[in-house]
């Protein structure tokens, strides 16, 4: 007799339900092997399903300390143990030295959904500073989210911070490149796409960057080399297909990008992005499939009705019709070409600065357009920029005062326009630094308060108490940053599903726009429009992602 044969008579046992048997014979296991961390992992779970949770926790304790300091997962096992005792703290505390600790990541599911539970019952999310078996996976995701909100230098500095801790990182890499892409670097994003293709030759990404970087450097032999090998490529994964569908429209391939365009729009995942819709529909007028494209676009403006870049394309082949011209080309930005926003500009500056405030995609192309555009749309876009006012438009001015190529007469401009944000900024320094601005209390207005109240009526009737004190200082929050010039509460609907809406983001739930409307008995492009204003306010930018969608590598 030996180990094994004590540990297949507890296997037995336990395959009859005979609990008491199977725990007599893991002890004979563990007495037969007691350097064996196995046995004493197959003891503590017996224990563990008898309910001795205290006995099961001081076995892996054991483990830990006496036998084997490697078995990360016995964290993980002592966390579940607590939580069944209801010992939440203790529980947390196992689960985040299980999250910081173990490489392998075997039951990263499991512990996703204990920390759900914890959330729940303390009341307050868990903080976990980093995910060994996803080393560099929280920072990334970090960094996507900057790109995506069109804070380009940004994103760069955190991903080449990721690139020099995790060099394997392709994804990381990847997504470098196209941050130095947006900011118009080009000889360091095609090192980058590089660097990636001599680590993995067939990363479809890295191909695909590569194919857009050669066309950009009119390198038409490599250019087609790839086109060549990238069109008989057909992608598995839904990301892919988009990636790919979005390089052969850049690369002027229209009817690929269409096929693929419509693989996505099967897609249930997909369909309801009114974006795609914008795509497939160029995709299509630059096939000379126009009935096709007009079909999309009509989708496009059910899905967006406050957007006007349905419309507009819509009004452009009429006129294409009525003038017989025969053809008609477009972009693929989900936004407005440059000399049709400049107008509206001068219709609605305000409007129009919000968008290119949230909208990455309008920002991105501003910056590619102060690099690469001629001198008068530079101009226009010094001036646009002025409006929009944040550190990523101070950086790109400073680096265009340090194009040598550049004209004088715009460099004077850039010039001025800097020092009036650089003077705007001081300004706003000292208002921040001074007395501290009046608490507005919800309760002081009859539609105050029923914007808050609307919002406690729809919530469950199981929230606890914490969660109504946390959406009230929102609220309060909200009101105190426009006082005293806070507007007239009228639709207070609206402004309770904004409110809803925001909070979940802030604790990282994720609801629709949709959702909320139907809680609300409004629209969605309502809900949108609120939300807006309050991220406006709050400093939530970038929360509303709808109508972009960049061409950035998830994991």
């Known amino acids: 007799m030996n180990a094994n044969f004590f540990f297949d008579r507890a296997v037995r046992s336990l395959d009859r339900y005979q609990y008491d048997k199977a725990l007599k014979y893991f002890r004979k296991a563990v007495e037969y092997e007691p350097e064996n961390p196995v046995n004493h992992c197959n003891m ?48 947390e505390k196992a689960l985040i030295t299980y999250l910081e600790e173990d490489p392998s990541g075997q039951f990263m599911d499991e512990a996703e959904e204990m920390m759900e539970l914890l959330h729940y019952e303390l009341n307050r999310p868990t903080k976990v500073n980093r995910i060994k078996s996803r080393e560099g996976m929280v920072e990334h995701e970090n960094a996507r989210a900057l790109l995506e909100d069109g804070k380009f230098a940004q994103a760069a ?73 990238l069109a008989v490529t057909v992608p598995f994964h839904q990301e892919h297909v988009f990636k790919l569908a979005t390089t052969m429209g850049i690369l002027g391939k229209h009817e690929a990008a269409y096929d693929n365009f419509r693989r996505l729009l099967k897609n249930e995942e997909f369909n309801s992005d009114p974006s795609l819709y914008h795509y497939a529909a160029v995709a299509a007028c630059n096939s000379g499939y126009y009935d096709a494209a007009a079909k999309h676009w009509r989708q496009c403006k059910k899905l967006d009705p406050e957007s006007v870049i349905p419309d507009f394309y819509l009004a452009q082949m009429q006129q ?84 040598p190529g550049e004209d004088a007469e715009l460099k004077d401009a850039a010039r001025l326009v800097l020092q009036q944000l650089e003077s705007d900024s001081a300004r706003l320094h000292e208002r921040e630094a001074g007395p501290k601005a009046r ?16 919002v406690f009526q729809s919530m469950d009737k199981r929230t606890d108490p914490f969660r109504k004190r946390e959406m009230e200082a929102l609220w309060s929050g909200f009101l105190s940053r426009l006082y005293p010039d806070i507007p007239n509460i009228r639709n207070t609907s609206g402004w309770a599903a904004a409110l809803e809406y925001t ?29 807006r204003q309050m991220d406006g306010i709050c400093g939530n930018k970038g929360e509303d992602k709808e109508g972009f969608r960049p061409f950035t590598e998830k994991i």
């Not at 224990?47 to 036998?67: A, F, I, K, P």
């Not at 017989?324 to 600065?353: C, I, N």
């Not at 608490?439 to 609307?454: A, C, G, I, N």
């Open 44 to 91: 503590a779970g017996i224990l563990s399903e008898t309910g001795d949770y205290e006995g099961s926790n001081r076995v892996l304790r054991h483990v830990l300390d006496e036998v084997d300091s490697t078995m990360t997962e016995c964290h993980f096992y002592m966390a579940n143990n607590y939580a069944n005792m209801e010992l939440f703290e203790e529980a």
């Open 157 to 229: 500095k955190l991903l080449e911070a990721i690139v020099d801790e995790c060099p394997d990182f392709l994804a990381a890499r990847n997504n470098l490149a196209l941050a130095y892409y947006y900011m118009g670097r080009f000889a360091k994003a095609k090192q980058t796409i590089e660097d990636v293709l001599e680590l993995e030759p067939g990363n479809l990404h890295g191909l695909c960057n590569l194919a857009i970087f050669f066309q950009h450097e009119n390198n038409a032999e490599q250019r087609e080399r790839l086109v060549n090998m």
């Open 439 to 454: 608490e507005v209390r919800p309760d002081w207005h009859h539609s105050w308060q029923e914007v808050l109240d609307k």
């Open 320 to 403: 294409m019709k009525q003038s017989e011209v025969g053809t008609m080309k477009v972009s693929y930005h989900y936004h407005l070409p440059f000399d049709e926003q400049f107008k509206r500009w001068e219709q609605d500056g305000d409007a129009l600065t919000e968008e290119a405030k949230h909208n990455p995609l309008i920002r991105s192309s501003f910056f590619w357009a102060l690099r690469h555009g001629e001198p008068h749309i530079k101009l226009q876009v010094i001036r646009t920029l002025e409006r929009i006012a944040d550190e990523e438009v101070q950086h790109a001015l400073q680096l265009f005062l340090q194009e």
């Open 503 to 531: 909070a979940a983001k802030l604790r990282g739930r994720a609801y629709t726009y949709e959702e909320m409307a139907d809680r609300y008995g409004i629209s969605s492009s309502t809900v949108r429009r609120y939300v």
